[in-house]
């Protein structure tokens, strides 16, 4: 029954639709609604919410050219995968990493990965601080996307280090960004970063007004970055 509204969506962002993944994502919203039981994994809980605030909001990011051009990504604070696992259903051929300081939310993930038969998906259960240091994450991906998890200069410092030079990282973020944006422009500047484009989203079947922050990594990030949480919870990067 809900195969028109987000096939609607699909269109409108230039991407195939097929029944079979109009059932993963049926799927999927069965098991965040079961494991939701006893698990807090989302405060959305009705069908329709569920399909427009968490699956259509996070398929939006391929608004970003950059995320259809991509061929690996990495989803920051994933929570029970958004917007990662939506992106990867749409995009099977991508490669994806979603990262999680919560292992109990990464076994949902598996469990719904492997009932979708997705491939090419690897779960980190890391804080994102300690995930960049690791050779075998950081400059490693062509996107990071992340949303909902922290502010735009704190995220930026936590997701850019993941991203090659040249790539970028995509921030999902809600109406209000411009004081986030000025607050950020140094530290992205620091990280190695240029902010390059901010889009408008509208959801479909809500009122919801969203923006997607686009982030070129121009060079690589210093390597004291990102600093351990104890460090940056004492101070954002500023230039104040
Ligand atoms: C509010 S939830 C958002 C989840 C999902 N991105 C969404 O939009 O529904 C924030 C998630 O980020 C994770 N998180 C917060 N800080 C983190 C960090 N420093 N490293 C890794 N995960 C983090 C939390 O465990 C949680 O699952």
Redesign the pocket.
């Known amino acids: 029954m809900y195969f028109d509204i987000m096939k609607k969506s699909a269109d409108q962002l230039n991407l195939t639709f097929s029944r079979d993944q109009y059932e993963q994502f049926m799927q999927y919203k069965l098991l965040l609604k079961q494991w939701n039981e006893k698990l807090n994994l989302?405060a959305i809980t009705e069908d329709d919410e569920i399909i427009s605030k968490h699956f259509i909001d996070s398929i939006q990011a391929f608004q970003s050219e950059e995320l259809n051009h991509a061929e690996s990504l990495i989803d920051?604070?994933?929570?029970?995968g958004?917007p990662g696992l939506p992106i990867k259903i749409m995009k099977p051929e991508l490669k994806i990493t979603l990262?999680?300081?919560?292992n109990k939310?990464l076994n949902f993930l598996r469990a719904v990965s492997e009932e979708m038969n997705l491939e090419n998906v690897e779960f980190v259960h890391s804080?994102?601080?300690d995930g960049a240091r690791k050779s075998e994450y950081r400059d490693s991906y062509d996107v990071a996307v992340?949303?909902?998890?922290?502010n735009l200069t704190l995220l930026t410092e936590?997701c850019l280090p993941y991203v090659k030079v040249g790539g970028h990282f995509i921030a999902l973020k809600g109406p209000a960004v411009e004081q986030e944006i000025e607050d950020a422009e140094y530290a992205v500047k620091v990280l190695g970063g240029k902010i390059i484009r901010i889009q408008k989203v509208k959801v479909e079947g809500t009122d919801l007004n969203h923006n997607l922050v686009v982030i070129r990594k121009m060079k690589p990030t210093p390597k004291g970055y990102p600093r351990s949480?104890a460090a940056i919870k004492k101070s954002l990067i500023s230039e104040k």
């Not at 920051?76 to 029970?80: E, I, K, N, R, S």
């Not at 990262?99 to 919560?102: N, T, V, Y």
Request: net charge positive.
């Open positions: 989302t920051v604070g994933t929570g029970a958004f990262l999680d300081s919560l939310r804080r994102a601080e992340s949303r909902a998890v922290a936590l949480s």
